[in-house]
């Protein structure tokens, strides 16, 4: 890893990297919770967050509460937490680094986001080419009849929300604790993947599960130049070419301001 001086690490690593920026054909940006910290979002613990203690008022542990099966047996309970999350995202909007990443998808050459959050936030910001490996709170699917529909907003509706077409419970399309990842958004992650990045970001993920800790990785020892934007130190840490211990706003701000001097000098 790059060492950074500590008396003024960010001008410096910000040069470095709007460098690489500019130069890349390929760029991959890794997201998690802690990109949408600066809309005033908490980063959340697993899929649900929110919540400091192991189990939740029901005496469960909050990945049970938020599983597939609960869903299945209880639906009850999962929505509960799940419209928790929706009121905390309702009036959310993006950020400098959301509102950034979507800028440089439009003048850079190609630019793919692999997002764990849930909240739409990058595509609320101008991003297209976007994976949401877990999904969008928002998006709902009855599954009787297969019926989508949007939700922008849970109050006032009843809970689980009821299919306007078939009368049967709908769900939200997001990934819950013990279901698999939706094949067509691996798919595209995998097609990209192949063809390969020149650069890589991670920020604000702890990277603990594998698809999102892999692609970082795997650039870092194919010599591909890896950033990872993380106020704390994680697993990546140690293994990225740059790591910037501060909030993702204040790092791609200062990152697409030192571009802007690149370009005026």
Same mark, same amino acid.
């Given at each position: 890893m790059s060492a950074l001086p500590h008396e003024k690490p960010m001008p410096i690593a910000a040069q470095k990297i709007a460098a690489l920026l500019n130069r890349a054909r390929r760029i991959l940006f890794i997201t /998690? @919770?802690?990109?949408? +910290? !600066?809309? /005033? *979002?908490?980063?959340?613990?697993?899929?649900g /967050? *929110?919540?400091?203690? !192991?189990? %939740?008022?029901?005496?469960?542990?909050?990945?049970?509460?938020?599983?597939?099966?609960?869903?299945?047996?209880?639906?009850?309970?999962?929505?509960?937490?799940?419209?928790q999350i929706e009121e905390n995202c309702r009036h959310a909007g993006p950020n400098a680094a959301h509102t950034l990443i979507a800028q440089w998808e439009r003048e850079l050459p190609y630019v793919m986001v692999l997002t764990q959050n849930i909240d739409g936030l990058h595509r609320a910001a101008g991003s297209r080419n976007v994976v949401e490996i877990h999904g969008d709170l928002h998006r709902l699917r009855c599954a009787h009849c297969g019926l989508r529909d949007t939700a922008q907003d849970f109050a006032g509706r009843s809970l689980p929300p009821v299919c306007p077409r078939c009368g049967q419970a709908m769900r939200p399309e997001v990934v819950l604790f013990g279901e698999m990842l939706p094949e067509a958004e691996l798919g595209r992650l995998l097609t990209a993947l192949d063809t390969g990045f020149d650069l890589v970001f991670s920020i604000g993920t702890t990277s603990v599960f594998p698809y999102i800790a892999q692609p970082v990785l795997q650039a870092a020892q194919a010599g591909v130049p890896?950033?990872?934007?993380?106020?704390?130190?994680?697993? *990546?840490?140690?293994?990225?070419?740059?790591?910037?211990?501060? /909030?993702? @706003? +204040? +790092? *791609? %701000?200062?990152?697409?301001?030192?571009?802007?001097?690149?370009?005026? +000098?």
């Open positions: /998690g @919770a802690g990109i949408s +910290a !600066d809309s /005033g *979002l908490p980063t959340y613990r697993g899929l /967050g *929110l919540y400091e203690n !192991d189990l %939740t008022a029901e005496g469960i542990p909050i990945e049970e509460a938020l599983s597939g099966e609960m869903l299945r047996q209880r639906p009850e309970i999962p929505w509960k937490y799940m419209a890896t950033v990872e934007i993380n106020p704390r130190p994680t697993y *990546l840490s140690a293994r990225v070419a740059y790591q910037l211990p501060v /909030g993702a @706003a +204040a +790092a *791609l %701000t200062a990152i697409e301001e030192a571009r802007r001097q690149m370009k005026s +000098a």
